[in-house]
T-cell receptor, first 115, second 113 residues
Framework: GAVVSQHPSWVICKSGTSVKIECRSL??????MFWYRQFPKQSLMLMAT?????????EQGVEKDKFLINHASLTLSTLTVTSAHPEDSSFYIC???????????FGPGTRLLVL | SQQGEEDPQALSIQEGENATMNCSYK?????LQWYRQNSGRGLVHLIL?????REKHSGRLRVTLDTSKKSSSLLITASRAADTASYFC?????????????FGTGTQLKVEL
């Protein structure tokens, strides 16, 4: 099946710093990627849809200036958490689907801890 | 919130028994997918059922979909300890790569030896 990777798998940072998370589709091209956030023992909440070559579409309540998304190529999307605070600590997961497929393939996730 | 609900929230069974999880959703859908998540890991796709399908099988998995009731069920037969994980349903509102998913609340399954 299709493979999606994320880097880093975990990161610890100080409050006020920015953190960049990469999401790559390894064996297919993806014009659309999705970013989710998951709190402990809860479900995934869609944050934004990343569109290659254009601006991301953010879900209601998600601050676009706080969570910067760049989808510069057909295999890479990045999520930057700017000026991170402890409440941003969470598990961030990306997904992508091969062209014309409905099945989403998920990355392994990035655990962010902001001190 | 458009998030669907799953029931039960938690399920504990003995190895060899069957496990049934239910999912209800609120809006019209193009497809419904079931995913599995081991603790602290990413999601693994299990099975996709389209809105015009009523039942689908994959190995020990059986999924049903009732669009009139806006509900789906996942049955795992002859469960194994390795099936212990969280299971999520997710509804897709469009086809193709832009298929945005809305996840259910999840069921935590524990299979004991």
């Amino acid at each position: 099946g299709a493979v999606v990777s994320q880097h880093p798998s975990w990161v610890i940072c100080k409050s006020g710093t920015s953190v960049k998370i990469e999401c790559r589709s390894l064996d297919f091209q993806a014009t659309t990627m999705f970013w989710y956030r998951q709190f402990p023992k809860q479900s995934l909440m869609l944050m934004a849809t990343s569109n290659e070559g254009s601006k991301a579409t953010y879900e209601q309540g998600v601050e676009k200036d706080k969570f910067l998304i760049n989808h510069a190529s057909l295999t890479l999307s990045t999520l930057t958490v700017t000026s991170a605070h402890p409440e941003d600590s969470s598990f961030y997961i990306c997904s992508a689907a091969p062209p014309l497929q409905e099945t989403q393939y998920f990355g392994p996730g990035t655990r962010l801890l902001v001190l | 919130s458009q998030q669907g609900e799953e029931d039960p929230q938690a399920l504990s069974i003995q190895e060899g028994e069957n496990a049934t999880m239910n999912c209800s959703y609120k809006t019209s859908i193009n497809n419904l997918q079931w995913y599995r998540q081991n603790s602290g890991r990413g999601l693994v796709h299990l099975i996709l059922i389209r809105s015009n399908e009523r039942e689908k099988h994959s190995g020990r998995l059986r999924v049903t979909l009732d669009t009139s009731k806006k509900s789906s069920s996942l049955l795992i037969t002859a469960s194994r300890a390795a099936d212990t994980a969280s299971y999520f349903c997710a509804t897709g509102s469009s086809g193709g790569g832009g298929n945005k998913l809305t996840f259910g609340t999840g069921t935590q399954l524990k299979v004991e030896l």
